[in-house]
DNA sequence: CTGAAAGCGCTTACAG
DNA sequence: CTGAAAGCGCTTACAG
């Protein structure tokens, strides 16, 4: 039976030798194209190991090398809106080497943190990412002085670690250069709490640009602030915006939301850009948003990259690591998309 | 330096066996409670061992039992909507059995899938769980005849696997009886394509309770067929529905949207139920969608807990195991939340 | 150019 | 009640 032979004992080494009449050092270092050998020896093993389709035992392996080929990933981000485009990349990026990812996520419990690092270990991980929802706040697990390399992906470091994170100054700055760009002369900044470091540097990038003729208007990273902020905004007398720089794509779906209402046209009147890319949101608001992408798939890949280089014994600088962002255009701006 | 000796060798059985002042078969024996020694000997093993911290390799351990403590969730649902709520009940059922759990995500690829079945293969997992984004459709992958148990979780098994999905009849049975017994006697559904097996049992369930005083609206899964619909019903003359029936939650907002734009008052004149209950899009929705919940998480526990039973060897009925939807009161149909 | 032996960290019969 | 030995599947000095 086919099937009984699939399932019960899987093809080793032994079997390897054996079919190709060698031992089973020489057919390992066959295998690995290690050692001295005929060259007809060296192919006569290998194609004997695949036609009986060996493959290698990777606990034995790592047992022996002391690598798993194996990562963790660890992460507070239940909701996956930053882990998932991070995890894409860090897989995309570690698939070619052989290495498989552990996904983690531990709210912000402490002990589960614990737990989940210690299951880690014990598996022998060749090293751990730590990935959040924000760049300014730690996990809630100690990961400093654990025997494997750590790198920190959207989410803060220990000092003297590799962190790698958006450009937020770059990437508002790509969007209110857009703006002006399109001739927008008002424009406005609606964006989330003043507490993220996120925040300050886009509105930095702001302010820098435009300079101080409209205040900030910061507040929660929710639609109902959108709409509070619109209104706010246009229930005052004076001049209004002609264009509107947003914090996230949710409160820039709303500020869209609210002007339609106020039959303010976008993006005839007023052009509004968002922040994140997050296609549930750009993608359905009418009119669909341009938005800054924080290329978080790029940002996992050089995570991956990295903790793969650390575990190997490459040297890295540590230091914080900021990746471009890029703007993408949809249609809440107007423009032309080729510009 | 504490750091040093952290970072270098980890502590062995042979360490504690030392420390003990016992032979290594011994300390094995005495800290898996297996063999037969004085209890004051097994007890001073353990505290040794704990003292020194020692954690046993998992890699060691699985080489000999062939059990990694492992097992591979692979999903096409790049997105992370489904599948992400399914880890996390894969994870928090297993993660006191001591097992961590690979995540692919394959999109449509065979090729990369077949990749990422063999390196889970390579690396002995217990078993592996197959996830997606609709139960009508396979993974393109072949997982039959694998040397490890597969269970399938919200994606087609193949015969004679043990399935895992949500009761779509059952939760729309919830949602369209909620209506009817706020008083509403008009109830329309508008839902996505009819290719999926989930909107025709949807829809059965919905006509069973409602017959079909009015035909039912298939579509696609986005916000702009929600518009589209609710024009559809509102341009044409004759009676107006009192409650609309959502094949999901973004087209339950694009209905409440629409409503809105045509000052029909959500819930007062109609009340609105979507699916799924997508927190993103059901809790910004203006008002708050109640809606129907799969508790895919709950969904994911079985499905962990399964392969786990399976890896055990215990016995396990094959079959489509079908767990209840609840529903989720908001604000969008009225009512008492009490009720 | 090829193979026998030791060993990675653990467990499990088997002796004593 | 306790320990020496063999072995899980592999790799790597070391002999020949």
């Given at each position: 039976m086919e099937n009984q032979r699939v399932r019960s004992a899987r093809v080793t080494i032994h079997d390897v030798a054996a079919a190709a009449g060698v031992s089973i050092s020489t057919a390992s270092k066959a295998l690995n194209n290690t050692?001295?050998?005929g060259d007809d020896t060296r192919e006569r093993v290998k194609r004997v190991a695949t036609e009986i389709g060996f493959r290698p035992n990777a606990l034995a392996k790592g047992l022996l090398?002391?690598?798993?080929f194996t990562i963790g990933l660890l992460t507070?981000?239940?909701?996956?809106?930053?882990t998932l485009p991070v995890m894409a990349g860090i897989t995309e990026a570690l698939v070619d080497h052989g290495v498989s990812v552990f996904l983690c996520t531990i709210e912000d419990d402490p002990a589960l943190g614990k737990v989940h690092v210690d299951a880690m270990l014990d598996k022998s991980v060749d090293g751990i990412i730590a990935s959040g929802k924000r760049i300014d706040r730690r996990l809630p697990v100690d990961l400093s002085n654990l025997p494997v390399p750590v790198v920190y992906a959207f989410t803060e470091g220990t000092p003297g670690s590799v962190t790698f994170c958006a450009d937020d100054f770059q990437g508002a700055t790509l969007a209110v250069e857009w703006l002006m760009g399109l001739g927008r002369r008002r424009i406005a900044h609606i964006t989330g709490p003043e507490s993220f470091v996120s925040v300050r540097e886009r509105a930095k990038a702001y302010l820098s640009l435009v300079g101080d003729q409209l205040p900030v208007l910061y507040g929660t990273w929710s639609e109902a602030w959108g709409h509070e902020a619109v209104a706010k905004i246009w229930n005052t007398s004076g001049p209004k915006p002609d264009a509107i720089f947003c914090g996230n794509d949710q409160i820039a779906r709303a500020v869209v939301d609210a002007l339609r209402e106020r039959d303010v046209?976008?993006?005839?009147d007023v052009s509004v850009v968002g922040f994140d890319n997050w296609e549930i949101v750009a993608a359905q608001t009418r009119p669909p948003l341009t938005t800054v992408d924080m290329n978080l798939k790029a940002l996992g890949r050089e995570a991956g990259l990295t903790v793969l280089a650390l575990t190997e014994g490459r040297a890295v600088e540590p230091g914080i690591r900021t990746l471009p962002c890029e703007l993408v255009v949809r249609q809440s701006c107007g423009g032309n998309p080729d510009h």
């Amino acid at each position: 039976m086919e099937n009984q032979r699939v399932r019960s004992a899987r093809v080793t080494i032994h079997d390897v030798a054996a079919a190709a009449g060698v031992s089973i050092s020489t057919a390992s270092k066959a295998l690995n194209n290690t050692g001295r050998m005929g060259d007809d020896t060296r192919e006569r093993v290998k194609r004997v190991a695949t036609e009986i389709g060996f493959r290698p035992n990777a606990l034995a392996k790592g047992l022996l090398s002391n690598r798993s080929f194996t990562i963790g990933l660890l992460t507070n981000d239940t909701y996956g809106r930053f882990t998932l485009p991070v995890m894409a990349g860090i897989t995309e990026a570690l698939v070619d080497h052989g290495v498989s990812v552990f996904l983690c996520t531990i709210e912000d419990d402490p002990a589960l943190g614990k737990v989940h690092v210690d299951a880690m270990l014990d598996k022998s991980v060749d090293g751990i990412i730590a990935s959040g929802k924000r760049i300014d706040r730690r996990l809630p697990v100690d990961l400093s002085n654990l025997p494997v390399p750590v790198v920190y992906a959207f989410t803060e470091g220990t000092p003297g670690s590799v962190t790698f994170c958006a450009d937020d100054f770059q990437g508002a700055t790509l969007a209110v250069e857009w703006l002006m760009g399109l001739g927008r002369r008002r424009i406005a900044h609606i964006t989330g709490p003043e507490s993220f470091v996120s925040v300050r540097e886009r509105a930095k990038a702001y302010l820098s640009l435009v300079g101080d003729q409209l205040p900030v208007l910061y507040g929660t990273w929710s639609e109902a602030w959108g709409h509070e902020a619109v209104a706010k905004i246009w229930n005052t007398s004076g001049p209004k915006p002609d264009a509107i720089f947003c914090g996230n794509d949710q409160i820039a779906r709303a500020v869209v939301d609210a002007l339609r209402e106020r039959d303010v046209r976008v993006p005839r009147d007023v052009s509004v850009v968002g922040f994140d890319n997050w296609e549930i949101v750009a993608a359905q608001t009418r009119p669909p948003l341009t938005t800054v992408d924080m290329n978080l798939k790029a940002l996992g890949r050089e995570a991956g990259l990295t903790v793969l280089a650390l575990t190997e014994g490459r040297a890295v600088e540590p230091g914080i690591r900021t990746l471009p962002c890029e703007l993408v255009v949809r249609q809440s701006c107007g423009g032309n998309p080729d510009h």
